[in-house]
């Protein structure tokens, strides 16, 4: 695990990205996470099959609602722009993602040590004064979650994924 110490974010413009997308809604458990998550993967890899669309980056997890009973993110993956866009089907689209100033954190280590990351970072970010309560997080949205590696060839303590949160 990463110490508060070094938890160093990187100060990363990101430019639009072209994307096929889907929203989804889970529990907080990481296993619920990791579910829906997994259930997404599989629809917009199954959809970019279906359409002849190529990847273009790593995927993505973005999140625009938690709470106490339930998370909201939306899941998407970097595409090579089409000769022409498949219409919207079954929950999955093709969209361009906003682009933007950003900080960029990294967790190595299995998704369900995520959390930990997490308020690793908002202890940072209220040591910088950046943060006071956990209200504070709302300036940080959408935050979204970048995977380096893959979970089917890499072991879990060796996963690498980016954390971005929107320069406010």
């Given at each position: 695990?990463?110490?508060?110490?070094?938890?160093?974010?990187?100060?990363?413009?990101?430019?639009?990205a072209l994307v096929i997308e889907?929203?989804r809604k889970s529990g907080t458990?990481?296993?619920?996470?990791?579910?829906?998550?997994?259930?997404?993967?599989?629809?917009?890899?199954?959809?970019?099959?279906?359409?002849?669309?190529?990847?273009?980056?790593?995927?993505?997890?973005?999140?625009?609602?938690?709470?106490?009973?339930?998370?909201?993110?939306?899941?998407?993956?970097?595409?090579?722009?089409?000769?022409?866009?498949?219409?919207?089907?079954?929950?999955?689209?093709?969209?361009?993602?906003?682009?933007?100033?950003?900080?960029?954190?990294?967790?190595?280590?299995?998704?369900?040590?995520?959390?930990?990351?997490?308020?690793?970072?908002?202890?940072?970010?209220?040591?910088?004064?950046?943060?006071?309560?956990?209200?504070?997080?709302?300036?940080?949205?959408?935050?979204?979650?970048e995977y380096l590696t893959d979970?089917?060839?890499?072991?879990?303590?060796?996963?690498?994924?980016?954390?971005?949160?929107?320069?406010?």
């Amino acid at each position: 695990m990463v110490p508060t110490e070094s938890l160093e974010p990187v100060e990363v413009p990101v430019p639009p990205a072209l994307v096929i997308e889907t929203r989804r809604k889970s529990g907080t458990l990481p296993a619920e996470i990791s579910a829906a998550m997994a259930e997404s993967f599989t629809a917009l890899v199954r959809h970019a099959n279906a359409h002849g669309l190529r990847f273009a980056g790593p995927p993505r997890a973005i999140y625009t609602g938690w709470s106490a009973t339930g998370v909201e993110f939306t899941v998407a993956m970097p595409i090579v722009a089409p000769a022409s866009p498949p219409e919207t089907e079954d929950g999955v689209r093709v969209t361009t993602l906003a682009g933007g100033e950003t900080l960029r954190f990294l967790h190595v280590g299995p998704y369900a040590e995520l959390m930990q990351t997490y308020n690793r970072i908002g202890q940072w970010l209220t040591a910088k004064g950046l943060m006071s309560s956990e209200a504070d997080w709302a300036k940080f949205s959408p935050m979204w979650e970048e995977y380096l590696t893959d979970p089917q060839t890499t072991p879990p303590s060796e996963l690498r994924t980016y954390i971005y949160l929107p320069k406010r």
